[in-house]
């Protein structure tokens, strides 16, 4: 049987009060840690996708595919490879201001890692990085010894390569 791999799950759900607490459960009850969530509007009015990443056997991550769409809200679930995707995270990195003015290399720092500087005051400054989980690691990892006070970093956002034809989906089963 295959090892276990990361996958990126989408759901495509009405966003009713407490949907999301039962697809975490369905996540919990097969002992899966989730590894990132995130939920957003979708390209259709008042539709919510919701990305969760996972790391999992696909025989295992089938079956929370078919549990998932058994929720009245969800209108459709699908999974996929990273190979089969095109997924970035976004971080924020609120770092002393004396580590920008005291410190030259931070400012290479920034510039090769390819982030940019959001906002500074005289306390603190904020950089902010798009990229693959390692990328965002690796800033906080260089960061680090400049005075990092806050970090935050999103789930995965992500779009399939191929077209998921989710319009097509609604327009069958709901859309009426």
């Known amino acids: 049987m295959k090892d276990k791999e990361k996958y990126t799950v989408s759901i495509y759900a009405e966003n009713n009060i407490g949907l999301l607490n039962r697809i975490s459960a369905i996540f919990l009850k097969r002992h899966l840690n989730i590894d990132s969530i995130n939920s957003s509007p979708s390209e259709i009015n008042d539709i919510y996708r919701f990305v969760i990443v996972v790391t999992v056997k696909e025989n295992l991550i089938r079956k929370v595919i078919s549990q998932i769409e ?35 290399h931070i400012q290479n720092i920034i510039k090769n890692s390819h982030a940019k500087i959001v906002t500074v005051s005289p306390k603190f400054f904020v950089i902010e990085k798009t990229g693959f989980r390692e990328d965002t690691e ?38 009426k």
């Open 138 to 175: 690796k800033l906080y990892n260089d960061l680090a010894p400049y005075g990092l006070l806050q970090f935050v970093r999103s789930g995965r956002i992500s779009v399939t390569k191929e077209p998921m034809k989710i319009t097509e989906i609604l327009n069958k089963s709901y859309i």
């Open 70 to 104: 058994k929720q009245i809200e969800v209108i459709a679930a699908f999974y996929h490879t990273d190979q089969e995707t095109i997924f970035q995270e976004s971080a924020l990195y609120k770092v002393k201001s004396k580590s920008l003015f005291e410190e030259r």
